[in-house]
């Protein structure tokens, strides 16, 4: 990624996400508190940002039960999949497939993302606490570029207090 971009997306960054000193809260299928509703309106902030990524075509933060608790599809795409009992389906296979693997955290290490390369698009999966950030991208993104664009925009709510300090896989 050109050093232009990466600073185009650090300012647009800083400015859509406000500093927040929240402590860390882990985000139910119905927000009540006010933690609750300001960590799923910053997750909201993140996916409407990444998908406004040229390419990106779905940005959604799943939780470990599959369940979608923010954003959605690029609103400027027509999507690939439309009946949502089969989306749901997807979220809780990719949610359990993520649990599965991180059997193996302690020999091989965490998981920094999976990405599934498909004919018509490719699907980006990045754990974030106990939750994950799922992106599906147009096959001609570079995966990497969009995982360290992701990986930017969880640092914003990690310094907004959602969670720990997550490190930039370097490619």
């Not at 400027?76 to 296979?93: A, G, S, T, Y």
């Amino acid at each position: 990624m050109s050093n232009q971009i990466k600073t185009s997306h650090k300012k647009n960054l800083a400015q859509n996400f406000p500093a927040n000193n929240d402590k860390k809260i882990t985000l139910t299928d119905n927000p009540k508190t006010r933690s609750e509703i300001d960590t799923f309106y910053q997750y909201e902030k993140i996916c409407n940002y990444l998908c406004q990524v040229p390419g990106i075509r779905f940005a959604a933060i799943i939780n470990k039960n599959g369940r979608k608790i923010a954003g959605g599809i690029n609103s400027k795409i027509i999507p690939l999949e439309r009946d949502e009992q089969k989306l749901e389906m997807l979220f809780m296979e990719i949610a359990l497939d993520l649990s599965m693997r991180k059997e193996f955290n302690d020999s091989l290490g965490k998981i920094q993302a999976i990405v599934s390369y498909r004919e018509k698009t490719n699907i980006i999966t990045i754990p974030h606490h106990d939750n994950l950030l799922l992106l599906s991208s147009y096959t001609e993104l570079e995966s990497h570029k969009v995982i360290q664009i992701a990986y930017q925009s969880l640092q914003h709510c990690e310094i907004m207090g959602i969670g720990t300090t997550t490190t930039i896989p370097e490619q």
